[in-house]
């Protein structure tokens, strides 16, 4: 059971010394209380104090590193059930697995495909997490090949999928000191993977058919001295996995189960009947509640819907993607370029920006801090209002980019258009669409035939 930041206060040793970084051991036990803090920041805690301390130390579901270096990445940590509670903090990870039966040919090109593979949306990078290397031979030799093989093609961490524990090390002596995820330990072959694990330094998956054989292989783990798991309890499908990873988050979070208190593996292509119904349990995993899904085929229009679902999943709710407020221009707009007003919601901003970009008019896009809230969103919170738009244009200077006086805004807030042009007096409003895909044919046709009749 997790301590309160009181009672953890009452084991630090109150010398207030700032070694952990925190001005006072108040501050740094409220700081460990919401695990926002490892407890080894303090180098000052006794024995005794250390091991009451650990089960506050430890979230409830343990932070698990694939990998290292710049495209490692982690999963686990997570402390609610639903997003809207609070956040959720480490998005799922998504691997691609490659088995020693295909060819080299064909495994080269996946890999390379998968490491190269990196869209943006709103400003923000995604890519791929993890190549899986499945052993489909038995053969300590060709797992070892394999592993050399996709090793020398990427630094994305690696999966390395095999139940012999003789195939796992052969793949494992090729990548020492990456942190490759070993998959899977089981009833089996726990003491020899565990024994793995803990010389390579590596995270462990454990697979079970069921959470009690789950627990069971964990808690062997566990006293082998192998704390980073993952696991996998054996669910196949939609209703099966929706089921049993619901089951896992509520038990390690409500009833603080240690034993299924780790991040949970997936693999959605066992039992799906198309790339497409793989996809689509993918998504569903993302959603709840797996840590790792491993795909077993890889294509973009499958790729990026699914990173888009995970990144609107993973963001902060209570803190919106921005862009920063100024003035951007598109295309090298000139003294003649319309000028738009918007918010610095990301989204808003990309979709303007794109919409702009897309209809070949150069244009100054004007972008005001709205606390990262939309069009709607912001003028109903009374953030994005006349005296808010009159700063921003003025702030920044934008009388000085253009010759003529008019503002775009959008069509969504009409309403704001007089109240603008008595803050800003000399220059104009214009009422441009509501949606951002009609702003090419509104500039094509009405800002030109404006800007014309302006100047006769
Ligand atoms: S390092 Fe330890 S003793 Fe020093 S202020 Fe932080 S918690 Fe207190």
Known sequence: MALSGIAIYK????????????????????????????????????????????????????????????????????????????????????AVRVKTSQSREAIAATVAAVDAYSVERVGIHMRLNAIAIDDAKGDPAAFASCVEQVSSITKMPLILISKDPRVMEAGLSKVAGRRSLIYAANSENVAQMAA????????????????????????????????????????????????????????ALKSKERLVGYPVIAFPGEGSISPEEEALLASQLVIKYAGIVVLDHFAPHHAYPMLTLRQNIYTDPQKPIQVEPGVYPIRDPGRDSPVLVTTNFSLTYFSVAGEVDGSGMPAWLVICDTDGLSVLTSWAAGKFDGAKIAKTVTTHEVGSRVDHRFLLIPGHVAVLSGEIEEELPGWSVLVGPREGIDIPGYLKNVWTARLQGAKK
């Open 11 to 94: 084991l630090l040793p109150k010398t207030n010394c700032k070694d952990c970084g925190f001005p006072t051991c108040l501050a740094f036990a409220m700081k460990l209380s919401q695990q926002g803090i490892k407890l080894s920041a303090c180098p000052h805690v006794s024995e005794e104090s250390k091991q009451a301390l650990d089960a506050s130390a430890r979230p409830p579901i343990q932070l698990v590193t694939v990998g290292t270096g710049e495209r490692a990445f982690s999963v686990g940590n997570e402390v609610v059930m639903f997003r809207h509670e609070k956040t959720f903090y480490n998005p799922t990870a998504l």
């Open 196 to 251: 793995l694990a803990a010389k390579h330094g590596s995270p462990l998956a454990v697979q079970g058919d069921g959470l009690s054989q789950v627990a069971e292989v964990v808690e062997q783990a566990n006293k082998a001295g192998v704390e980073e798991l993952v696991l996998d309890p054996g669910a196949r499908g939609f209703g099966n996995t929706l089921n049993t990873f619901t089951q896992i988050r509520r038990l």
